[in-house]
Nanobody
């Protein structure tokens, strides 16, 4: 089992920045992949960004150039630097974890999920 704990959410004005963090503990895998998903009220959960343990990354189009996903494998931590935030980025953000080396941003591919951290962007 892998446990995930997110932190770093909050409220910010449009144009501002936030950094989300996720710490993995338990029986972690090597190789592995981690990702951020988000879910706004009344909408389906959406993939934001993913990274593999060898550093390959992918992003959904709406955050390219604004968000950066990174990880510290030694500390089993995942980060999401979010810049130029927009009201449309308001959502609950979830950290996800999977075993294997495939770079993928599909909800069903991830086995473990955190509880989420809220991000609210006001205009």
């Amino acid at each position: 089992q892998v446990q995930l704990v997110e932190s770093g959410g909050g409220s910010v004005q449009a144009g501002g920045s936030l950094t989300l963090s996720c710490r993995a503990s338990g029986s972690t895998y090597d190789p592995h992949g981690m990702a951020w998903f988000r879910q706004a009220p009344g909408k389906e959960r959406q993939g934001v960004a993913a990274i593999t343990s060898n550093g390959a990354t992918t992003y959904t189009n709406s955050v390219k150039g604004r968000f950066t996903i990174s990880q510290d494998n030694a500390k089993n931590t995942l980060s999401l630097q979010m810049n130029r935030l927009e009201p449309e980025d308001t959502a609950m953000y979830y950290c996800a974890y999977r075993s294997g080396s495939l770079l993928i941003l599909v909800e069903g591919a991830y086995n473990y999920w955190g509880q989420g951290t809220q991000v609210t962007v006001s205009s």
